[in-house]
């Protein structure tokens, strides 16, 4: 059973920084493309970054470029985001999710599993 967890969201300063980890169990993530996502009361998903299964190539939303890096460690079967230089903007659930499908670049098209989400806030 494929299962991602979330966690390192919280309440940080505008210019502060978080590290966001989703912790993969029930497969390993490598050769799949996982990405990031962000919503907001009333608002769609919005992808905030995405990294490639098949080359770890990455891709980020304009509004992130600059200062969010996504990465992945293979070996603890974790996805990361480290998000420098937050604005208030920046506030949202942010939640991990998977390719279907192994051997894929970015964008995900066929979704597999999402985590339960870790909220941020960016807030003086």
């Known amino acids: 059973q494929v299962r991602l967890v979330e966690s390192g969201g919280g309440l940080v300063q505008p210019g502060g920084s978080l590290r966001l980890s989703c912790a993969a169990s029930?497969?390993?993530?490598?050769?799949?493309?996982m990405a990031w996502f962000r919503q907001t009361p009333g608002q769609e998903r919005e992808e905030v970054s995405c990294?490639?299964?098949?080359?770890?190539?990455?891709v980020y939303t304009d509004s992130v470029k600059g200062r969010f890096t996504i990465s992945r460690d293979h070996t603890q079967n974790t996805l990361y985001l480290q998000m420098n230089g937050l604005k208030p903007e920046d506030t949202a659930v942010y939640y991990c999710?998977?390719?279907?499908?192994?051997?894929?670049?970015?964008?995900?098209?066929?979704?597999?599993?999402w985590g339960q989400g870790t909220q941020v806030t960016v807030s003086s």
């Open positions: 999710t998977t390719d279907q499908f192994r051997g894929f670049g970015c964008p995900i098209t066929d979704f597999g599993s």
């Open positions: 029930g497969f390993a993530s490598n050769g799949y493309a």
């Open positions: 990294i490639s299964g098949i080359d770890d190539t990455t």
